[in-house]
């Protein structure tokens, strides 16, 4: 059974940085592409961010593009998000998801991911 367990959540001022992470379990990790997507109050969940199966390929929203960086660390399982430049308009919840096809190209939808975590409260204050 797939788990994915997000972490690194919190509240900062507009301007700030989080880092988020989210370790896996369960699978063969390095195999699959990975996601962030995030899902403010009375909103969509949206894509912010995906990665490759061997961490070659990015992709970004262009609302976060030049100020999040999404790497993983294949030996330890782990996703990771970097938040820079942080503006209330980045406040959601952050969600980690993980795609069903080994090898698969990256989506950057979420009906295309298998695996979701429990979500991260970002909170960014103005």
């Known amino acids: 059974q797939v788990q994915l367990v997000e972490s690194g959540g919190g509240l900062v001022q507009a301007g700030g940085s989080l880092r988020l992470s989210c370790a896996a379990s369960?699978?063969?990790?390095?195999?699959?592409?990975m996601g962030w997507f995030r899902q403010a109050p009375g909103k969509e969940r949206e894509f912010v961010a995906g990665?490759?199966?061997?961490?070659?390929?990015?992709y970004y929203a262009d609302s976060v593009k030049g100020r999040f960086a999404i790497s993983r660390d294949n030996a330890k399982g782990t996703v990771y998000l970097q938040m820079n430049s942080l503006k209330p308009e980045d406040t959601a919840v952050y969600y980690c998801?993980?795609?069903?096809?080994?090898?698969?190209?990256?989506?950057?939808?979420?009906?295309?991911?298998?695996?979701w975590g429990q979500g991260t409260q970002v909170t960014v204050s103005s």
């Open positions: 990665i490759s199966w061997s961490g070659s390929m990015t």
């Open positions: 369960g699978r063969t990790f390095k195999d699959y592409p």
């Open positions: 998801a993980g795609h069903s096809i080994k090898y698969g190209a990256t989506p950057k939808t979420d009906k295309e991911y298998a695996y």
